[in-house]
């Protein structure tokens, strides 16, 4: 299965249009991925197929100093050592919770659309890097499976990579492109 550009940036746009988002594709040029998402994070890479991501941070004047803000500068162990892996279903959980402050699927109450058709929207985001795409996250919601998100439990936590008080994302990392997607929230 395949998506078009059109669908895709539709899917994105939509279902982040209310969060402070990061979402970004570049190439994978590394073996060790978490090198490609820094330069995602630092914005070093264009898109490799030309579509549109969002950055609502890219004009904040804080990235004159630091070109990766809202990301704070880390070196890729700390990165890597902060990110745990989880499966497709998990992550297609994620991109919906990820698309409202608190990292939830209550989020998803906000839209005019079902859940069937905002969960059709997260496929089209995740089909873009293949069905041999491996997901990973910051966030922990533990599932009774070994790398599985249980969206149903009260209780979460995260490993923070940013400047804000929460910032939850997903890494997709594909054999020839990694893509972030992220929300910022400060309370």
Excluded at 36 to 44: F, I, N, S, T
Excluded at 120 to 128: E, G, V
Excluded at 174 to 185: A, H, L, R, Y
Aim: proline share 5%; net charge negative; glycine share 6%.
């Amino acid at each position: 299965m395949s998506v078009d550009q059109t669908s895709w940036e539709a899917a994105v746009h939509h279902l982040f249009e209310d969060a402070y988002p990061y979402g970004a594709t570049g190439a994978r040029r590394h073996e060790d991925w978490v090198l490609d998402v820094l330069k995602l994070m630092a914005r070093a890479v264009p898109d490799p197929r030309g579509w549109t991501g969002l950055d609502d941070a890219a004009h904040n004047p804080e990235r004159e100093a630091s070109p990766a803000y809202p990301f704070v500068a880390h070196p890729p162990e700390y990165i890597a050592s902060r990110l745990q892996e989880i499966d497709r279903d998990s992550a297609e959980n994620l991109l919906l919770a990820l698309t409202d402050d608190g990292c939830t699927l209550s989020n998803l109450s906000r839209f005019a659309e079902s859940e069937a058709e905002l969960r059709a929207m997260a496929r089209t985001i995740l089909t873009r890097y293949g069905d041999s795409a491996r997901f990973h996250t910051n966030v922990n919601k533990p599932g009774h499976v070994n790398g599985t998100l249980d969206f149903t439990s009260s209780g979460w936590a995260y490993s923070p990579l940013s400047v804000y008080s929460e910032d939850c994302g997903l890494i997709v990392v594909s054999d020839t492109e990694v893509g972030m997607f992220w929300n910022f929230s400060d309370y």
